[in-house]
């Protein structure tokens, strides 16, 4: 097996993985959003420790790369608090798909703050990808659109964090980033748990604990993908996620996407081919 047919497969095991991750925290019921990030990012912190401990040759952190690695894990935690309480409301695919818009709120800031300059079929791709996500939004000026925003915003600050990680490029190790992330997120939530918490049976503390590993294995999944073979050639596969959410969201949640939320589902993805198609080309131009 060539390098890209391993990136392939990694990818997709990364979007089974968080697809997994959504299906139990939804599974896990009516307990704090915030409990539920906290059990997730447990797990991650514990198998990123145990990946520090055992890796014997590692980067010294510089000092300027801590600034970085704070920005990152503000970002992705309040992204992952808006993503789990979208998951709880929404049906699962409607919530994925909308996740994926971190990739063009990525293009946008890495253009403002990193000065990475934003093609003409990168806007083209965002415009369309909007329309796409008002399908699935069906915008109401009521309570309902509450949860639709919150996976709009999760996708943001999940754009911004990635934008964070894209700077960092190979200065940190990943499982230090993990690590850090998933320790920043721990102490940041834990009073906010403690002030909050609500007692969980055997069967919710399962569901948290399988949600963090399954998590986990998106995380290392994508991590190991990009590894063996270039975003360019790889990234569309992991639409994925949203196909596995989808089959999960009937077979588990007896929940159906509606035909607007499909009709939007085709956008988006036809949005990011888009871009995937024209990006390959003009590598190869």
């Known amino acids: 097996m060539n390098n890209k047919y391993k990136g392939i497969g990694f990818i997709i095991l990364s979007a089974f993985g968080f697809a997994m991750m959504s ?9 704090p959003v915030m409990q539920k990030v ?28 801590y600034k970085w690695l704070i920005l990152r894990s503000s970002f992705g935690t309040i992204g992952m608090v808006l993503f789990f309480f979208s998951i709880s409301e929404l049906v699962l695919s409607d919530a994925n798909m909308i996740n994926k818009l971190s990739t063009f709120f990525l293009i946008g800031f890495s253009a403002i703050f990193l000065k990475e300059s934003i093609k003409r079929y990168q806007i083209i791709a965002i415009i369309v990808a909007f329309i796409g996500t008002l399908f699935i939004i069906k915008p109401v000026f009521d309570v309902e659109i509450i949860p639709y925003l919150a996976a709009v915003f999760a996708a943001i600050f999940a754009g911004a964090a990635y934008t964070t990680l894209r700077y960092l490029g190979n200065k940190v190790e990943y499982y230090k980033v993990v690590f850090f992330f998933s320790s920043f997120s721990s102490v940041v939530l834990l009073p906010f748990v403690l002030f909050n918490y609500e007692a969980m ?32 050639e790889i990234s569309i596969f992991n639409y994925f996620n949203v196909l596995f959410a989808a089959l999960f969201s009937v077979l588990i949640f007896s ?13 988006v993805f036809g949005a990011s081919y888009y871009m995937f198609i024209k990006k390959a080309k003009l590598l190869v131009d």
């Open 255 to 267: 929940e159906f996407p509606d035909i607007y939320s499909l009709i939007g589902y085709v956008i």
């Open 38 to 65: 906290l059990f997730r990012n447990g797990v991650s912190m514990i198998i990123g420790f145990g990946m520090i401990v055992t890796h014997t040759s590692q980067k010294r952190i510089e000092l300027n790369d």
């Open 23 to 31: 299906v139990f925290v939804k599974l896990s019921g009516d307990i």
């Open 201 to 232: 049976d055997t069967k919710q503390v399962v569901y948290l604990l399988l949600a963090g590993i399954f998590a986990t294995i998106g995380q290392f999944g994508v991590t190991l993908a990009y590894k063996y073979a270039p975003a360019n």
